[in-house]
């Protein structure tokens, strides 16, 4: 079977060094094993988006070499698509129109909060079949387990497992005004898109159960996922602008390499024994995701300015 990855990001800001590591795991694992990487711009929220930070994440990917498969996949542009499968559930029961005003959600909430529970829907229009009542638009609901287990083998993480009734309610996949939720687009366009392997933050981590039983209602096949820890900042608190983290396209103009940013960004959290010194080439030849640490990485600004100067001593001694 051909590997088939994908990096999948909001255009809501410019490209983060984060996201580039990723990116570059996903690249790498389909390099590696003769397959292939997407690239898809999830831009359903169109207040939030940017023409520029689309550009720019495009921009970023030329500069640092990563070449992606096919055109690139605009969700924005599927809405018709979403709105099939959103139907097929609806057809099937696997779904159901809700009809919870907002004042009658903040109120089951502060129920809940005042009994010390986990806020959740109740499910009320799970099986109703009664008259809608007039001037709400529904929310679309999927009929999730109230029971049971949900779990997989994730490639970094091992054997992980969620309790359905901690964890899960019926929750939204289309909002009033008809447009998907991420988790109902991301399942729809990763199965469609033939993506066998997900390697991706581990803040996705919760996300996961949620699309696991998309999969299962729509009856397609669930990736392997692999969720990578966060990188921190020295102090260990979560990489920010203060810790020197910054747009990708920052660094190009501060004077980095491409090649010193990617050898830095590869080791953050994945390691070939003791080497250090990765081409890209190289790269593609020894990764395996299967070494990636179960646990945070740091952010060691001395490093990259460490392979910086490598590779600028590379430079000039190429060029005679």
Known sequence: MMIVTRFAPSPTGYLHIGGLRTALFSYLFARKNGGKFLLRIEDTDLKRNSIEAAQAIEEAFKWVGLEHDGEIVYQSSRFDLYKQYIQKLLDEGKAYKCYM????????????????????????????????????????????????????????????????????????????????????????????????????????????????????????KVPKFYHVAMINGSDGAKLSKRHGAMDVMEYKRLGYMPQALLNFLVRLGWSHGDDEIFSLAQMRKCFDPTHISKSSSTFNQSKLEWLNAHYIKELDFDSG
Do not use: W
Request: aromatic share 8%; glycine share 8%.
């Open 101 to 220: 005003s907002k004042d009658e959600l903040d109120a089951l909430r502060k129920e809940q909060e005042a009994r010390k529970e986990r806020p959740k829907y109740d499910g009320r229009y799970r099986d109703f079949t009664g008259t809608p009542p007039s001037g709400i638009e529904p929310v679309i609901r999927i009929k999730a387990p109230t029971d049971g287990v949900i779990e997989f083998d994730d490639g970094i993480k091992g054997r992980v497992k969620f309790n359905c009734a901690d964890i899960l309610d019926d929750f939204i996949i289309a909002r009033s005004d008809g447009t998907p939720t991420y988790n109902l687009t991301v399942t729809i366009d990763d199965a469609l898109m033939g993506v066998t392997d997900v390697i991706r933050g581990d803040d996705h981590l919760s996300n996961t159960p949620k699309q696991i039983v998309l999969y299962n209602a729509f009856g397609f």
